[in-house]
């Protein structure tokens, strides 16, 4: 353990040599070698299997364009956005977000994100349409509501 002087005085700092270095006991687990070492026979062949599908993900990901990994993310915006407009009611304020989120994908990198680029241009046009005909007819609604709630306090209709 050293020390650190600092205005308010010295103050003691862990540099970790004060550590001992002697290895685990004789036949227990060393995790930092093995960190599936608590594991039994069947968790660790889950977990390796585990372990080896994802190293195989990442590798397919790794061969495939950023603008198609990109594209798909931003299709996975459109799907959010269209799912919140078709809620009864719909949730205007998060597909708002979701619809805002693709824009600033498929507009801010324009140009970059390659042969799919004019069908995320598509898409983005239709759910911003889409969401404002969702919006003008809740309002409506909203307003036919207000307006029928009117006459019914004022005895007209009933």
Do not use: C
């Not at 594991?39 to 889950?46: F, G, K, N, V």
């Not at 397919?60 to 809620?87: C, D, F, K, R, W």
């Not at 619809?99 to 004019?118: F, K, P, S, Y």
């Amino acid at each position: 353990m050293s020390t650190l002087w600092t205005p308010g005085g010295e103050v003691p700092v862990d540099d970790g040599r004060d550590r001992s270095t002697s290895p685990p006991p004789q036949g227990a687990p060393n995790e930092a070698e093995d960190p599936l070492a608590g594991l039994s026979d069947e968790e660790r062949a889950q977990a390796e299997e585990m372990a080896q599908q994802l190293a195989e993900a990442r590798e397919q990901i790794a061969n495939t364009p950023a603008s198609v990994v990109v594209g798909n993310h931003a299709m996975g915006l459109y799907e959010l956005g269209a799912i919140h407009l078709s809620q009864q009611p719909p949730n205007l304020e998060e597909a708002r977000l979701a619809i805002d989120a693709l824009g600033e994908l498929v507009e801010g990198l324009e140009g970059r994100l390659g042969e799919h680029e004019a069908t995320l241009k598509d898409a983005l046009h239709q759910i911003r349409m889409a969401f404002v005909q969702v919006s003008r007819a809740v309002e409506q609604a909203e307003q036919g509501g207000e307006d029928a709630g009117e006459s019914r306090e004022d005895g007209s209709e009933d």
